[in-house]
C-alpha cells in the first residue's frame, strides 16, 4: 500500500469510486460473459481490502479523546459499507469464474436497464482514437462514462482525462443505454444489437425471476446513490427513501427465491439457475450496504466532516439542483429533456414538496420548484445547472460554488 498516500479523505473517496467501479466491471463481466474482467475484479477486491485495513488503521490512530473516537466511528462504518459492496462485486463476477449459469433472457433484460456497462473496442481509424478523454467529453457528448480501458494484456482502472485511448484498447464504459449505439460509431466498431428475447408466449416464473433481478439491480444503485446524498446534505428524508427502497429489496428477494425454485422444478437440469440465487444475493447486500451507510443519518448521530468533504471529490459528484420558472426543463417531460445524454448526469431522484419521487420515467414531468438530485460527472454540472435556469459559479473570495439565477 506504500503507493497509495496515507491521506483519509483522498483514501475515501477513491475506495468509494473504486467499489462503484468493480460493481461496473463485474455486471460487464456478466453481459459479456468475460472471464478476464470477472477476474480483474477479484484483484480490485484484494486491492480495495488494503485500502480499508489502512483506513481503518488510519481512524483509530487519529481518534486522541472521546469525541474524536465518536467522529471516527461515522467514519468506520462508511468503510464498512464500502467493503460490503466490493464484497457483492465479487459474488457477481464469480457467477463468470465458477460457470453457476445465466439465462439469455436476463441478458437480454440488462441490456435495458436504466444504467447499463458495456464494452468496446476502438478502431484504428476511429474517432476516438489518439484523443484524450477530457477532449472527447463522453459524459456529456453521450451520457457514457469510460470507467476501465483494458491495453494487450493491461488494465488501467478508473483513467482520467489526461488518458489518452490508443488504436485497440477495450474501453468499458458505464452510463445511458441510448449512447451505446454513438459510442460504438465513434470507436468504429460494428453495430450492436441486443441479445434476442426469448419469447413463448407466457410468462414463466423464470421470466418473473428474471424482471425482478433487473429491478433489484436498479433499485440497489439507485439506493446507494442517495445514500451518498444523504450524507452529503445531512437529509434524514433521503435516507429515509433508502430505507424505504432497502425493505423494497428484501421484499422481492423473497418472491425470487419462490419463482426460482418453481422454475426449477420444472427443469431437467436447474443447475443453470444458481447464478440467479448468486445476482439476487449480491443486490440485496448492495441495498443493506446503502442502508447501513444512512444509519448515523436516520438516527441523526454526528458525523465527521471528512465524510462529506471526501464524497465531493470523488469522480462522480451528486448535486442537489432547483427548477426555476421559466428554464429550459420546467413543464417538460424526462423524455423530451434527455437529461443524461445533454449533461451526463443520472437522475436519482426529484423532491416535489415535501416527498420525493425516485427512479423518475421518462414520461414523468419535471415543474418549476422540483429540486432534481443527480450524481454525475463535474464537468457536466455547469450545464445542468443551466438548463435549470441557473449559473453555477464560484465565489472569488470564499471559493465556495454558488447557483446564480439567469437573468
Keep these: 500500500m506504500d503507493e497509495y498516500p496515507r491521506n483519509l479523505r483522498t483514501m475515501l473517496a477513491d475506495a468509494k469510486d473504486h467499489s462503484e467501479l468493480m460493481i461496473d466491471l463485474a455486471y460487464a463481466a456478466l453481459f459479456f460473459d468475460d472471464k478476464d474482467m470477472a477476474e480483474e475484479v477479484d484483484d480490485l477486491e484484494r486491492d480495495l481490502l488494503d485500502r480499508v485495513h489502512d483506513m481503518r488503521e488510519i481512524c483509530i490512530l487519529a481518534a486522541r479523546n472521546v469525541r474524536e473516537a465518536e467522529q471516527m466511528s461515522s467514519v468506520l462504518l462508511v468503510v464498512s459499507a464500502i467493503e460490503r459492496m466490493s464484497v457483492a462485486a465479487t459474488d457477481i463476477s464469480r457467477i463468470v469464474t465458477h460457470n453457476l449459469g445465466i439465462p439469455p433472457a436476463l441478458l437480454h433484460d440488462l ?39 483494458k491495453r494487450s494484456k493491461q488494465w488501467m482502472i478508473d483513467p482520467d482525462g489526461d488518458d489518452v485511448i490508443m488504436p485497440d484498447d477495450v ?52 439506493a446507494v446513490g442517495l445514500a451518498y446524498s444523504a450524507i452529503l446534505f445531512s437529509d434524514r428524508s433521503l435516507a429515509a427513501e433508502v430505507a424505504h427502497l432497502e425493505d423494497r429489496i428484501d421484499e422481492m428477494r423473497e418472491h425470487l427465491e419462490v419463482w426460482i425454485l418453481r422454475a426449477a422444478s420444472e427443469m431437467l437440469d436447474p443447475s443453470s439457475l444458481r447464478g440467479l440465487l448468486r445476482l439476487g444475493g449480491a443486490a440485496e447486500e448492495i441495498g443493506d450496504a446503502a442502508q447501513q451507510l444512512v444509519w448515523l443519518i436516520e438516527r441523526d448521530e454526528e458525523m465527521h466532516p471528512i465524510l462529506q468533504i471526501s464524497l465531493g471529490e470523488s469522480d462522480e459528484v451528486v448535486m442537489r439542483m432547483p427548477v426555476a420558472d421559466g428554464s429550459a426543463i420546467a413543464d417538460k417531460t424526462l423524455g423530451q429533456v434527455r437529461l443524461e445524454i445533454e449533461t451526463g448526469y443520472f437522475l436519482l431522484a426529484i423532491r416535489r414538496s415535501s416527498r420525493y419521487i425516485y427512479r423518475p420515467r421518462s414520461k414523468d414531468t419535471i415543474v418549476a420548484g422540483d429540486e432534481l438530485i443527480a450524481i454525475g460527472p463535474g464537468e457536466g454540472r455547469e450545464h445542468l445547472a443551466e438548463l435549470c435556469g441557473y449559473h453555477f459559479m464560484q465565489d472569488e473570495e470564499t471559493g465556495d460554488w454558488e447557483l446564480v439565477p439567469i437573468s
Excluded at 477530457?134 to 453521450?142: A, C, F, I, Q, V
Excluded at 413463448?200 to 436498479?218: N, P, Y
Aim: charged fraction near 25%; aromatic fraction near 2%; glycine fraction near 6%.
Design 171 to 222: 474501453l468499458i464504459v458505464r452510463g445511458s443505454p441510448e449512447g451505446i449505439s454513438g459510442l460504438r460509431q465513434m470507436a468504429g466498431a460494428p453495430q450492436w444489437n441486443v441479445p434476442p428475447a426469448v419469447d413463448d408466449g407466457a410468462l414463466s416464473d423464470l421470466d418473473r425471476a428474471v424482471d425482478v433481478l433487473v429491478e433489484m439491480k436498479d433499485i440497489s444503485e439507485v
Design 111 to 149: 441490456a435495458h436497464a436504466q444504467e447499463v456497462s458495456h464494452r468496446v473496442r476502438v478502431r484504428d481509424d476511429s474517432a476516438l482514437a489518439h484523443k484524450s478523454l477530457e477532449t472527447l467529453e463522453l459524459p456529456t457528448e453521450l451520457s457514457m462514462r469510460v470507467v476501465a480501458i
